[in-house]
């Protein structure tokens, strides 16, 4: 990616953020906040080539807009630097709430989903009566005539930005999900980085069945949505007043404070610094999508002056308990969990034999014939980009499902490192098939603890099965020393002919499909086991799917 086409990226992403037509001179003002010293003059040259390319359009003298093919852009061209937006974006969140809890004015951040019914608004009453939110202060704002309600509610990000403003430095560090028990938050099941993603962690966590939300309200025991964050030990005390001053005017939602140093709810804390869990804004939402509603729920904070907000109602009376401080493993992200696995594999390149990971995902026996049909039909219909092998295994506990095992991706590392080469799995992405492909999400293997590809059947992103459109298939992107390229080149390209899809070989210092190696470094783009998978749940069969399950023989799979 050339440092030109950074800045028009970059342009792309002012001019989405603005409702109106704009000029060059608020583009370079906004362009040298952001870092990049650009002129008006050069800031219309720019300007010319996106038009050129139809990522802009000219409003006459008001200045130009954003067209749709240019979103798309916005969406696919730097999604490298997407997994670092994601942080900035929340920093710039903190940077810009300017909320004055004194005078109770001032810019807060915020959310807005739809709904479509009073069903909906009366169980988002009910989570935040019970304490569940960020706030009982929303708008509620009717669109249309088809009942279409935009929701919007505070962001816990407004407690962040309301810290800094009191010189307490606020560093978001995991979204994820929350376990209860008897009302008391016991620890997170699942978390990813804000600084390891495309995806915003809540948003990757808001698919149906993820939570349990009304089980909390109902009997005290589920799961949440929530967000962890750190802060310096020696602002506890002041962040725990400024906390309980935020409460008495109607802002909280938070979980649990740990003492300096001390991990809490499975996460740890380092030294010197306190950890803060948050209830997730988008905890109502979820209620209303798991009484099987229909919602649109979206993660898209922005800022927005917090007089606009009233309350939902005056009676908050919080079902959470106190945090229970026992001692509870600290949780582990994937690929932690994964090197164990990636060490054991011995499967030899000459030989063709010896054990691979596995994902095994389980599904009706009913349904085993059409599912190695559609399998079938998947990889005859794109054989570059679809692995072909399977193994059907037995279910460990019910007699009316049975296992589809799949070769993991983390196998092919597993095989370069019995060879002596060091091969770092670095992302998980969706991959649109457009010429060249390109990466259009990615999620770091060492700042989730849920397989990213699992996060991408679940929200429905892919299309192995092309109906309108390039297809989006699951990928994987490895990192490898620069070193050891001829050795792995020629190691990959045996398993690529046994039919192991190797995508791309990428060279140092260059983008392989849009995502981005380490100097010193080469990537390696490779297919999911999982494609296979997701094309049988997109045509509509039940699928329990499963990721990096365990070891099995190579020799002993079969192939479509």
Request: net charge negative.
């Given at each position: ?9 970059e ?10 037509p ?6 370079a ?32 003298y ?65 989570t ?29 990000t ?16 995991y979204?994820g ?19 390891k ?9 808001s698919?149906?069945?993820?939570t ?17 964050r ?8 002041k ?24 991990d809490?709810?499975?996460l ?36 927005q ?13 919080h ?10 493993p ?24 010896g ?28 054989p570059?980009?679809?692995?072909p ?27 370069l ?31 989730s ?12 992103m ?17 990192e490898?020393?620069y070193?050891?390229?001829d ?74």
């Amino acid at each position: 990616m050339s440092e030109s086409e950074h800045r028009m990226i970059e342009i792309l992403r002012i001019l989405n953020e603005q409702d109106k037509p704009t000029g060059s001179k608020l583009i370079a003002d906004e362009l040298k906040n952001k870092g990049f010293n650009l002129g008006e003059r050069a800031v219309r040259y720019h300007m010319q080539i996106l038009d050129e390319k139809g990522y802009t359009e000219r409003m006459g003298y008001s200045g130009r807009r954003i067209t749709n093919l240019g979103r798309e852009k916005l969406a696919k061209g730097l999604i490298y630097d997407q997994v670092d937006f994601i942080y900035s974006k929340f920093e710039e969140m903190i940077y810009l709430t300017d909320f004055n809890y004194i005078a109770q004015e001032g810019n807060v951040v915020v959310n807005t989903s739809t709904i479509y019914n009073e069903e909906s608004i009366d169980i988002l009453k009910r989570t935040i009566e019970n304490g569940l939110s960020v706030s009982p202060y929303v708008n509620l704002n009717n669109v249309g005539s088809d009942g279409k309600i935009n929701v919007t509610t505070l962001c816990g990000t407004t407690i962040d930005g309301v810290l800094l403003n009191e010189g307490i430095p606020s560093q978001p560090q995991y979204g994820g999900l929350l376990k209860i028990e008897d009302s008391h938050p016991i620890k997170f099941t699942e978390i990813i980085s804000y600084k390891k993603t495309s995806v915003t962690p809540l948003d990757a966590f808001s698919t149906p069945g993820a939570t349990s939300v009304m089980d909390v309200l109902d009997n005290g025991d589920g799961i949440i949505p929530a967000n962890f964050r750190l802060i310096p030990g020696i602002g506890r005390q002041k962040a725990i007043d400024i906390i309980n001053n935020l409460n008495k005017i109607g802002i909280g939602g938070v979980i649990g404070i740990s003492d300096e140093g001390q991990d809490i709810l499975g996460l740890p804390v380092p030294d010197g610094m306190v950890g803060i869990a948050i209830v997730g804004g988008i905890t109502p939402f979820c209620a209303i999508q798991e009484a099987n509603q229909n919602i649109d729920i979206k993660i898209a904070e922005e800022i927005q002056d917090f007089k606009t907000l009233s309350p939902i109602t005056s009676r908050i009376n919080h079902c959470l308990k106190e945090v229970k401080h026992d001692t509870h493993p600290k949780i582990s992200f994937l690929l932690s969990k994964s090197w164990n696995l990636i060490q054991q594999v011995n499967f030899d390149v000459e030989k063709r034999k010896g054990n691979i990971i596995s994902n095994i995902s389980y599904i009706d026996k009913d349904n085993i014939d059409s599912a190695l049909e559609i399998m079938e039909e998947t990889y005859n219909s794109n054989p570059k980009y679809i692995n072909p092998y399977y193994k059907l295994v037995n279910h460990p506990t019910d007699d009316n499902k049975m296992g589809i095992a799949t070769i993991c991706s983390l196998s092919i590392d597993g095989i370069l490192i019995d060879n002596g080469i060091m091969s770092n799995p670095k992302y998980g992405g969706l991959l649109e098939l457009t010429e060249p492909p390109l990466f259009i999400d990615l999620i770091s293997y060492n700042g989730s603890t849920e397989d990213p590809h699992k996060i991408f059947l679940a929200k429905k992103m892919t299309s192995i099965n092309r109906n309108i459109g390039p297809n989006k298939i699951l990928a994987s992107f490895k990192e490898i020393p620069y070193i050891s390229r001829d050795y792995s080149v020629y190691l990959l390209d045996i398993l690529n002919n046994i039919g192991f899809s190797i995508y791309k070989i990428g060279k140092p210092r260059e983008l392989t499909y849009n995502a981005k190696a380490d100097n010193y470094n080469f990537g390696v783009v490779t297919g999911s086991g999982l494609n296979t998978i997701g094309a049988i749940k997109e045509k509509g069969i039940d699928v329990e799917v499963k990721a990096i399950e365990k070891l099995l023989p190579f020799e002993k799979m079969d192939r479509l």
